[in-house]
Every structure is written in structure tokens, then in C-alpha cells.
């Protein structure tokens, strides 16, 4: 596929940064991307481990650019890198894998990027940040017993995160069940429904998401998955449905977001790349998402 991408030199594009291991040992980097390919615990058939490769390569059907004004080119404007993958993080040792990469590059960066991968890899990359509150962008509450892409959540509380410092945005009628959303209302989690979002505006929930994650010590975690969008837009989601969040309501939760400080990491989830479209589209949806917490980034630094 990128073999047939044409060369500009007045038009960059996104992605091929630079290896984490060429950046200096002292430099502050403003984020890393890192792969999580986990697939194995999946409760749907899955070949979301392709999928770290997918979206880096189709990082490059984009240009890095703001279009301001002024202009900005992320990659000139941002120190980046990307740290490749972790290897075999399924399971219980894979867990601890990403749990002490994620803690040595949350060390580093501003803003650790995690490429799922299933929303298993929520839990060990939010626990690696020290995140001391979550917020979810997802058609599901996640909060199933036992140990899958539908667990992340309720092992992360299981395990000392506070509740009430969890925020879950999109969460989508026909999509869950009775018993897990009294879960939710159980714990204190702060459920925004996809019909909330709507009524009440992306600007409003962002606000509120932000504080309610935000207090207390600790960094908040960002866990995108994908499936939160219409099944038209996101068709390599196994679990998306019809009528969920379009691309642009996506895309613009995910930059709000990421201007908060507070954000210290992120992950995007649930896209298989042997299962999209022909053209690619959700798989170039996550890659945009990729961006856009990039420009969430570029908007802390030049308003602080």
C-alpha cells in the first residue's frame, strides 16, 4: 500500500518517527507511540494483533499538519518517537511486559500512545502510567467478570482504582447488559450514554469528564475504542454497532480530551485490521485518532 503513495517534499507525512533508541536518554519527548498487540483473550474472533503495524503505515496517508492558523507541523513542533512493540502481551507475564514498558516510557514522554490491540491492554498500560483516573471513549461498560477485551475496567477498580474517578463516554443502548450497568451505577462511575453525549454536546461532557477524572493524585488514562463509532465508519470494529459516534464526534472527543495535562497516556483498542473495509477506513480512523491526541498535545503547550 505505500508503495504507492507519492513523494512531495513540500508535503510531508505523518508517521515513520523516529525509533525511541535515537532519541537521547536525556531528552523529554512529548510522545511515544508504543504497539500492544494483544489479541488472545478477545471475546469476539479477532486479528487486532495486526493491527499496530496497520495504523503506523497508515499514519503515512496523512500529513502531520494544523491547519492553524498559523500552520503547524506537528512532527517539526512535537518530539516524538516510536518505541515499537511489546512482545507477546497476552497473559499474565505479557501484562507484566506492558505494565513496566509503559512505566519506563511514561517516565519519559509527555504522552505515551498505546496501539492495540484488543481493550485488554487498558488495564496493564493504564496501571504501567500510574493512572489514578480513567476515561473510557466505548459503546461498553467493560466491566465483565473474569479476564478479556470486555474485563479492562472492573480489573482495574478490582485492583484499587477509584471508581468514582472513572468516567465512560458513549456508552450505547442494545450494547450491555442490565446487570453491568447497575454495576456501574454500584461503583459511582460516571456514565455519559451515547444519547447524553448528543443532547448535550462534545464541549459540555469533555469538561466534565476531565474534572471528574482529574481529582485526586495521579494521571488520567485515555482508553479509545474505536467500536464507540457507527458500524459505517468503523467496520473493522467487531463489536461496533449501527448509530454509533461518526468520525468527526470521534475525532473531536479524542483532541478535547487530549489537551488536558492530566492525560499522561492513551490507547486505542478494538480495531482489527484483517477485518475493515477494502478502503481501509477504520484502520485510517485510528490512525486520525493518533493525530488528533497529538494536536491535543500541540494545544497544552501553546496555551499554557
Known amino acids: 500500500m505505500t508503495a504507492a503513495l507519492s513523494h512531495d517534499p513540500l508535503w510531508p507525512r505523518a508517521g515513520d518517527w523516529p525509533a525511541l533508541e535515537e532519541a537521547s536518554v536525556a531528552e523529554r519527548l512529548d510522545a511515544v507511540l508504543l504497539g500492544v498487540p494483544a489479541c488472545r483473550t478477545s471475546l469476539s474472533p479477532t486479528g487486532a494483533d495486526a493491527t499496530p503495524g496497520a495504523v503506523r503505515e497508515a499514519l503515512r496517508r496523512y500529513s502531520p499538519t494544523l491547519l492553524g492558523p498559523p500552520p503547524v507541523d506537528l512532527a517539526a513542533a512535537l518530539r516524538l518517537a516510536d518505541a515499537g512493540d511489546v512482545a507477546e502481551p497476552d497473559g499474565s507475564e505479557g501484562e507484566a511486559r506492558v505494565r513496566a514498558r509503559t512505566a519506563a516510557l511514561t517516565a519519559r514522554t ?7 490491540g484488543d481493550n485488554s491492554i487498558t488495564y496493564a498500560t493504564a496501571q504501567g502510567a500510574g493512572a489514578g483516573g480513567l476515561i473510557t471513549l466505548d459503546a461498553h461498560f467493560d466491566l465483565r467478570d473474569g479476564v478479556s477485551n470486555g474485563s479492562p475496567v472492573r480489573r482495574l477498580v478490582d485492583d484499587g482504582l477509584d471508581p468514582t474517578r472513572i468516567v465512560q463516554i458513549g ?20 456514565v455519559i450514554t451515547l444519547d447524553e453525549l448528543r443532547r448535550r454536546g462534545a464541549h459540555d461532557v469533555i469538561a466534565e469528564a476531565r474534572e471528574v477524572a482529574g481529582r485526586g493524585g495521579g494521571g488520567i488514562h ?20 449501527p448509530g454509533g459516534l461518526q468520525a468527526w464526534e470521534l475525532r473531536t472527543l479524542v483532541r478535547g480530551l487530549a489537551a488536558d495535562a492530566g492525560v499522561r497516556s492513551a490507547d486505542i483498542v478494538e480495531v482489527d485490521a484483517a477485518a475493515d473495509a477494502a478502503d481501509g477506513r477504520t484502520v485510517r480512523l485510528a490512525a486520525l485518532c493518533v493525530l488528533e491526541l497529538l494536536a491535543g498535545l500541540h494545544r497544552r503547550k501553546v496555551t499554557v
Open 171 to 190: 456508552i450505547a443502548d442494545f450494547a450491555n447488559s442490565a446487570a453491568y450497568a447497575q454495576r456501574a451505577a454500584d461503583l459511582g462511575i460516571r
Open 110 to 116: 509527555a504522552l505515551l500512545i498505546a496501539l492495540g
Open 222 to 241: 485515555l482508553d479509545i475504542d474505536v467500536d464507540v463509532c457507527d458500524r459505517a465508519v468503523a467496520p473493522g470494529c467487531p463489536a461496533s454497532v
